[in-house]
């Protein structure tokens, strides 16, 4: 594949925060015979090449397929209790298995992304998926199918360490840096378009059970029920066939996008450029333990952690049981499935959006998220007015209020993750990510939890998703922004030149390809 030169200055591997360095310019071009050595070799040139967008395609596949898997059976949550006999905590249990794996389990594989690379990293994550949506194939008998369905869900919680722990990894090993939070928001908004997919996907091939007829008086009763479960539904045994038969098309479905992901993995899919795309991609990071403890007694990473993971993992989570929330008012999952659909792609699009001003405009990620998250919370304020009828409903006023939360929250997710790990910089991508991530994922836990509590209800989830959103605003207003990262890669750096003892001009805020 043709490789594409952006800067020929040369320059030796940096490390930390140490002085840098580098080489008298040299005409002679580069050559790397080894992926998988060092990121910067003795002529020390700084590349970025035209693969990147192929590895960031495979990379971003398999995030859109480990998400629609996690959101499997929330969309379809009523043909699922019909023919398995579950209840509304069954539906919340099985995202919340991933949730939970997904926080033991970002820590090592965290370090696997940093010490071992991608390559690796993704090769696990492939194979992984394969096996998990394989066993969901096998049976839909009630007692033996649930059972497997909840061991893969809980292998994707291993599965869901890399497509969210990596993107910033990701974009930092392979691309600019003006091309960064464009990278690291391309893989991010696959994961919510697979949210996306499994809104549409699964209602389009699990028919809607026959339910009984209801008149006003029974949804109003429901909409102030404190039950958890929703209404019986009355199946006939050929509408219950037709149901399960639904239901393992999609699960054929899923497990045949999932061998395509592996064998593109397979094929080709390296761990690192033959030379680095910034000056910052070929410096050492800090070591893995001793980031681990920096982000823990960072107070600015802090600050940014929870205005991060708390409404984004609340948001996460109440997407994926929106049929579930919206089941009292008697809106149907072929409806909330739209919703969801229309949420989470306006969210892409917004983060998409955001990332590319965010790269043009550079160091003003909290400007953006600070407008983002005042907007989120005048939107989700008019979502929870409509769904407890505080204000007169209607269908179109839900869907816009549902499809701006989206746009508004999903569309502040990369600038998260590029500002945590600006404000951690020098320690390393994956582990701050991971970190970011593991905070997001227990906050889901949390909220889906509480639905395992008896005649719980769900109109506590309305208040919830209200609170969260709106806490970020206080915590970025005060959160104090510098992009140390960004600084050493956009500026004039002048060094000593080693041999000469005169000094040698890098100039990173060249035009990259």
């Not at 929330?74 to 939970?100: C, R, Y």
């Not at 497990?255 to 993995?265: H, R």
């Amino acid at each position: 594949m043709e490789d594409e030169k952006c800067v020929d200055d040369h320059i030796p591997p940096l490390e930390g925060n140490k002085v840098l360095r580098a080489h008298i310019p040299s005409n002679e071009p580069l050559k790397v015979s080894d992926e998988d050595s060092h990121l910067l070799d003795s002529m020390g040139n700084v590349k970025s090449y035209k693969r990147r967008w192929y590895v960031l395609m495979v990379f971003s596949y398999a995030a859109l397929l480990q998400a629609g898997v996690w959101n499997t059976f929330g969309p379809i949550a009523q043909s699922a209790k019909a023919v398995f006999g579950w209840t509304d905590a069954n539906i919340g249990m099985l995202n919340n298995w991933t949730n939970i794996v997904y926080i033991i389990f970002m820590f090592p594989v965290a370090w696997l992304l940093d010490v071992k690379g991608l390559r690796i990293s993704m090769l696990l994550c492939a194979a992984l998926m394969v096996f998990l949506t394989a066993i969901r194939c096998i049976t839909s008998e009630a007692v033996p199918a649930t059972w497997l369905i909840n061991i893969s869900a809980i292998v994707n919680g291993v599965v869901g360490t890399v497509p969210f722990g990596g993107p910033a990894l990701l974009s930092a090993t392979w691309f600019p840096t003006k091309q960064r939070a464009t990278a690291t928001a391309v893989s991010t908004v696959f994961s919510y378009l697979g949210l996306s997919v499994g809104f549409i996907i699964g209602p389009h091939l699990v028919p809607q059970p026959e339910e009984p007829s209801l008149n006003m008086t029974d949804i109003l009763h429901m909409n102030s029920s404190s039950r958890g479960n929703s209404t019986a539904f009355c199946l006939t045994p050929a509408n219950l066939s037709e149901v399960r038969s639904g239901i393992m098309r999609l699960m054929y479905t899923e497990c045949a996008a999932c061998v395509l992901l592996l064998l593109l993995v397979v094929v080709y899919f390296p761990a690192k450029p033959p030379s680095p795309p910034s000056l910052t991609a070929s410096m050492e990071r800090t070591s893995y333990l001793q980031g681990l403890k920096g982000l823990f007694t960072h107070k600015r990473f802090l600050v940014i952690l929870v205005a991060f993971s708390v409404p984004t993992g609340v948001f996460l989570v109440f997407g994926a049981v929106l049929d579930v929330v919206l089941d009292g008012i008697g809106i149907t999952q072929y409806h909330a499935g739209w919703m969801g659909f229309y949420t989470t792609t306006g969210g892409c699009v917004a983060a998409l959006l955001m990332s590319r001003i965010s790269d043009l405009c550079l160091r003003r990620m909290k400007m953006l998220l600070l407008v983002l998250f005042i907007l989120a919370t005048a939107a989700t304020a008019w979502f929870v007015m409509l769904r407890l009828s505080f204000i007169p409903f209607s269908m179109v006023s839900l869907y816009l209020s549902c499809i701006l939360m989206g746009v508004f929250i999903i569309g502040s997710l990369p600038l998260f993750y590029e500002l945590g790990c600006e404000a951690s910089y020098p320690i390393a991508e994956g582990v701050t990510v991971g970190v970011l991530t593991i905070a997001n994922n227990l906050t889901g836990v949390i909220f889906l939890s509480v639905l395992q509590i008896p005649r719980i209800g769900v109109l506590w989830m309305n208040w919830c998703i209200l609170g969260s959103v709106a806490a970020a605003v206080p915590l970025l207003l005060f959160f104090t922004e510098n992009y140390t990262r960004t600084d050493i890669d956009t500026q004039e750096i002048t060094v000593p030149e080693p041999e000469k003892g005169g000094s040698a001009l890098i100039n990173t805020n060249k035009k990259l390809g």
